[in-house]
């Protein structure tokens, strides 16, 4: 346990460090969000001569933001069918917000984000992983993920689309009429 306080102080003081200079920043606003995540991919173990599994599912994903501009903790449950069998999955996930893209004049158009996730399945799965993705008007995600499951001894290969299903909280303007 001992050897995990330093690293865990200096990713501390980098989070506090990042926050602190992005202060000015739209996306990750405070608040929390829900997402309809439609996965799509494939499960292999990359050694078998047996043929890569289809997977897909869907699932809920409400995410919290707990340093805006930079960080959202949140949780994924939902379905996927792999190996001809339907299975339930549950798990913690974290988004941080990598950079973004937007114009001058208009603002932010999107963000990258990276993700770490860990789900358990109701078919023995058991896996944690990461992925890359992007977060577009505020409205919709796209990305690609990877999770190793250490108990099936596979790897779960994913892309995934998601819209947001909660409404997002407007700013009343003060000097409007």
């Given at each position: 346990m001992e050897t995990l306080r330093k690293p865990f102080l200096l990713l501390l003081v980098f989070v506090a460090g990042i926050a602190n200079a992005q202060q000015q920043d739209t996306e990750f606003t405070k608040g929390w969000l829900l997402n309809l995540k439609l996965t799509n991919g494939a499960v292999t173990n990359f050694s078998s001569t047996a043929p890569d599994a289809y997977t897909g599912g869907l699932s809920l994903n409400p995410q919290v933001t707990v340093v805006p501009g930079l960080l959202r903790l949140g949780a994924n449950l939902g379905a996927a069918y792999a190996h001809k069998k339907m299975s339930g999955l549950?798990?913690?996930?974290?988004?941080?917000?990598?950079?973004e893209f937007g114009t001058k004049n208009f603002g932010t158009l999107a963000n990258m984000h990276l993700i770490a996730e860990a789900n358990w399945g109701t078919n023995r799965q058991q896996m944690i992983g990461g992925g890359l993705g992007f977060e577009i008007l505020s409205l919709a995600h796209i990305g690609i993920?990877?999770?190793?499951?250490?108990?099936?001894?596979?790897?779960?290969?994913?892309?995934?689309?998601?819209?947001?299903?909660?409404?997002?909280?407007?700013?009343?303007?003060?000097y409007a009429r």
């Open positions: 549950l798990g913690p996930m974290v988004a941080l917000k990598l950079t993920t990877a999770q190793r499951d250490y108990k099936l001894n596979n790897w779960w290969l994913q892309s995934f689309i998601a819209i947001r299903l909660n409404k997002q909280k407007q700013d009343t303007d003060k």
